[in-house]
């Protein structure tokens, strides 16, 4: 009978670091890589106006989460109303640029300008959005609509 030959453990250890780099390309990597780091923290707020302008794109979608995520809870009923009396109609949304025309400690007015083209029945009919102004809060950090004048 053959007697197996015992391997030490130390044999299966790999090296802390395989690879080294030189202590000078270290130095030249070291804030390269801080510099993505730091890229990678959190995004700046969005502003008033564009959350108004997602607000109209998630209307023009019929995407009642997002309405319902960009609205305050006491304009989202009114919000998912609005979403309601475009669910038979095909609708785009043409031109839509929107900006903020004024500033209230957390709340802000915006104004945009386009329209959403409604069709039922090969009948477009559209909706001038420059019509309205949304009052626009800050809650929780983040920009919500709470109204429309």
Known sequence: MKRATLI????F??????FRLPLPAFRLLLPVFCLLLSACGT??????EKTVEAYLNALNAKDATRLSTLSCADWEPTALMELD????????????SCAQTGTDG???LVVCQGK???SYNGELQSFDLSARAYT??????EWLVCGAQ
């Open 8 to 11: 030490p453990p130390s044999a």
């Open 13 to 18: 250890r790999l090296p802390l670091f395989a």
């Open 43 to 48: 995004s700046p707020s969005v502003g008033p």
């Open 85 to 96: 009396s475009f669910q038979a109609v095909s609708t785009t949304l043409e031109g839509l």
């Open 106 to 108: 957390d709340k802000a």
């Open 116 to 118: 959403i083209v409604a």
């Open 136 to 141: 626009v809060e800050k809650s929780t950090g």
